[in-house]
């Protein structure tokens, strides 16, 4: 069984995790152009947002995901989802759905209207994940320039501006 454990970004476990994850954007990105920015750890610390380990049977952190508050949207208070990786041997489990499902608990607790984040279409099972989890296709609201594609899920019933959104489903020839 998979467990949840909060731990801060500069924590040994979570920067080794994030250490694999940059690297392995930055050897897959289209054009080898990926913009490698290690998060700010007040970023992550409650209520500001959180940063969680997937941690495996034997106790070793084989996964990280977290959220940090960011500007309000046009429903009101608004986290993004950042750094959601899992080592590829742990894939296909369920464990970046149980990930996904812990920050989106985290910020329902703090009265979250809205979890947004950002992706690039080459991240196919990501783009699935977030799919399946109920986002949809919304308009950008950054500029990162390692995405190419953004989503958004409303956490409560009254969040405007969902009626017609694209669904997060692509085909594999759309890239994602």
Known sequence: MVSLRPAPVDDPAAHELLEE???MRAESFPGQA???VFPDPAAFTPD???FLLVV???GRAVGCGGIRRIA???AGRRYEVKHLYLRPETRGRGWGRALLAGLEDAARQWDAAELVLDT????EAAGRLYAASGFVGIEPYN????ATRWYGKPLRGDAPGREG??????TADQGL
């Open 143 to 146: 500029d990162n320039t390692n």
């Open 165 to 170: 959104a694209e669904p997060a489903r692509r």
């Open 48 to 50: 500001a947002g959180v």
């Open 34 to 36: 990926y913009r490698t």
């Open 21 to 23: 994850y940059f690297g």
């Open 56 to 58: 495996d049977d034997d």
């Open 120 to 123: 690039h279409h080459s991240l």
């Open 72 to 74: 309000d949207g046009p």
